[in-house]
């Protein structure tokens, strides 16, 4: 089983998701951008709000692959102590990085969010979205910047991902949904006839679009 696209990944997801429709308190959060038109579906099927969670990952200097920790929407940063200590990096270095990376997450908030302010999560049953994972790094920091606003609930769902990831990413969630995880598992993309590279311009239209419904 493979996706024509996202969006049709993003029914595939929402049939699993059933017991969250319209359910008062369910927020669905897209990780930009491949994760958008996937969560756009997921809310349209729940009739839930959608918006986006923006993570960026804190790279290693001259191992930027590797991450140090990571900043997430809402003010979170998360470090992680053990790469920090290994590389004998600097709380500067931290500093210097954090700030480059916060820059670049305040300009995609700007982007996708206008001058709306961040969505509640206190309470919430929320729905983090994304197009797939590969080593789930980035879902990982999602969860843990989420966690720390203190949700009811919450739900990781994705189209597809290795069976292992999605084992591990169970660690740290309440509900994991993987629609396939297939084997060998080579890349996010190889799950798809259609993984062409979401834009801005799409995002920013998927999220004005989604406030109307």
């Known amino acids: 089983m493979y996706f024509q696209n996202r969006a049709e990944a993003g029914q595939v997801l929402a049939r699993r998701l ?14 930009p951008r491949g994760g958008v038109p996937v969560a756009y579906e997921v809310a349209r099927e729940l009739n839930a709000p959608l918006d986006v969670f923006i993570v960026r990952k804190l790279g290693v200097p001259g191992h930027e692959e590797l991450g140090m920790g990571a900043i997430a929407t809402g003010g979170v940063r998360i470090l992680h102590e053990g790469i920090i200590r290994e590389f004998g990096i600097s709380q500067e270095l931290i500093d210097s990085v ?20 961040a969505p ?6 929320v729905v983090i979205v994304d197009d797939g994972l590969a080593t789930g790094s980035t879902m990982k920091a999602a969860i843990q910047a989420v966690r720390q606003q203190a949700p009811r609930r919450l739900i ?16 740290s969630a309440d ?19 259609d993984f062409s590279q979401t834009t ?5 239209d998927l999220i004005a679009s ?3 419904m």
């Open 175 to 193: 509900e994991v949904v993987c629609a396939i995880t297939p084997d060998p598992f080579l890349a996010v993309g190889g799950s798809y006839a």
């Open 98 to 117: 954090s700030e480059r990376e916060q820059a670049e997450l305040d300009r995609r908030n700007r982007l996708y969010r206008g001058d709306r302010p």
């Open 18 to 31: 059933q017991q969250y429709k319209n359910q008062p308190d369910t927020l669905v959060l897209g990780l």
């Open 156 to 171: 990781v769902a994705v189209p597809t991902a290795p069976a292992e990831t999605c084992e591990q990413v169970k660690e």
């Open 200 to 204: 801005d311009e799409e995002v920013r």
């Open 210 to 212: 989604a406030a109307k």
């Open 120 to 125: 509640a999560i206190k309470d919430r049953t």
